[in-house]
């Protein structure tokens, strides 16, 4: 069935509540109005209030529940609007969510998936386009997940659903209409924990992700008409991370980009460069390079295309990479 | 009898006064006993509590958080909850464990500093100790949430001091319980202090339990040093919340007799006459008169209790302490369902780096 990533999102949804009555979906508007970006539409009518919860606004208060609804059994997938208003929140995932298995040595476990939109271009307003997953990577406990496909999407947020671990998933706005795929209509899993690589080349490597990805093909596509063969890596999950694919790519080609639209500082991009330099160093021939956000506040909507790193920076990152 | 007293009104329940007299009328009549139970666990946590400290103290057991003071809201509030019922305990809380039967070997191997301590046994529904103040309450009202879901015809009951009700959680908490209509009991220990901050510091309303009414449901205040008081109102409020009626916020007005925590000293900032005062209404010699009255306390017994609690201590203390230390395996093995490779490679690392004996 063709659709966008939201709508994929939408039937994750709905098919894993129709597998398992103890996946329940709440948050800020996700009932009567189907959420802001419509990832819940339908799913009232088909699964009735007490699967499908309109909260008061809260957003420490919508993780916390989750936490006490996992203890009783059940497989709580809260909405938080936006990745901007997830901080709130950050007490219970930080100290609760991420390490509930560990205190506990096992006997309660926080088998929870957090959906949040995220990510910058869709010209919202203010605290609507942070990136901020690099937060949630440097917990150990959590997993993060961002899809860049319809396809990908659906089976990733199965995945995550079904997972005994709680996962973040971050969903870029960007790619939300940005494409239509033919999904699978029953529900299927794409592996967490598995980067992909999703377009094969011999002379560098990106490594990608969300919002990233279309940025990456595009700076990938021009390259090659400059004779230069990119090969760019959808990390998929980002924690814990591929290391392996990452390292088998780089160790073929030599050279490495990390495209993020994360400020740089502390990014996910330097953990990245980090594992590259641990297990990849002499097959390389120039440094890693990094084309991220700058580090400083996300600019209002007409100054956020200054932002935003783009296919230009890209290219001229690749260009500056083979002449190295 | 929850209704009865109108925190707004500055009514308070309490049944036993200071020499141990039941009020006219309001007398549980529990069975002897029960009775005799509640005060052998309050006995029980004292000492407990006592030994904590002094084992603090040797060296043998980290930072602490007293008890003292609290035990007949604790064994009081505990006591009420059947077996089915759900617990989701602040840090404070000794008397409630063991009276819903949390070993105490356990208990002391989380405060020596074991996270397998906070490994609940099968079979309880205990949550594990929350230190990140009023972040249970949330966690509670969902565990609430699920309750009725599931329709299990459970109760979930959330502790928490004078202190969390500051905090924002406690606020999104009763309000999503509100608005939920959960099946929750909130049963907050005002003591009097967070640390140092005194009550007065922490709200303007006149009592804790009047915040309920803004949330849309009951609150009551009771006398936290009255083990008959604490358990007729949890029972009741525990009766509603199975029986589909709601929330209830219950206000356990007691106080502090020890510091905060062992790296606390009180003496800072309250005064001796303020804690002489409350020593005068010591939960354990209130009860203890009550008993007398009716037949069912002299010294022979109170030898026998004494003993057996002691006996209960020495046990469970050897028993924490004979347990092996933390494995490098055990602190990696629970961060996720499975370790990631990376994970299983800082292991390895670790192992590496240590004698053979640390392993």
Known sequence: MIMTMVQAINRALAGEMERDDKVVVFGEDVGRDGGVFRATEGLFDEFGPERVMDTPLAESAAVGAAIGMAALGLRPVPEIQFMGFIYPAFNQIVSHVARLRNRTRGRFTAPLTIRTPYGAGIKALEHHSESTEAFFCHIPGLTVVVPSSPTDAKGLLAASIRSDDPVIFLEPTKLYRAEKQDVPETPYELP?????????????TIVAWGAMIPVAREAATAAEAGGVSVEIIDLRTLSPMDRGTIVASVQKTGRALVLHEAPKTCGLGAEIAATIGESALLSLKAPVMRVTAPDITVPLLKSEDLY????ERVLRAIRNLMEY | MIERFDPLKGERLRILDEDGQAAPGLDPNLSNDLLRTLYERMVQARAADAKALKLQRQGRLGTYAPSVGHEASQVGLASAMSRDDWFFPYFRDLGAFLTLGYPLADYYHFWMGNEA???????LNIFPISIPVASQIPQAVGAGIAAKYRKLGIAVVATLGDGATSEGDFHEGLNYAGVFRTPNVFVCMNNQFAISVP????SAAATLAQKAIAYGFPGVQVDGNDVLAVFAATWEALAVARSGGGPTLIEAYTYRMGDHTTSDDAARYRTKDEVQQWERRDPLARF?????RKGLWDEAYEKEVQAAASDLVEKSVAEAEARPPASVDDIFAYTYAEAPPDLKAQRDELKASLPEGRR
């Open chain 1, 192 to 204: 967490l924990r598995q980067a992909a690589v999703i377009r094969e080349g011999r002379d560098l």
């Open chain 1, 308 to 311: 935003y790193p783009g296919p």
């Open chain 2, 117 to 123: 301590g906070l490994r609940t046994p099968d079979g």
């Open chain 2, 199 to 202: 009550r007065s510091r922490q």
């Open chain 2, 288 to 292: 203890r008169l009550y008993l007398g």
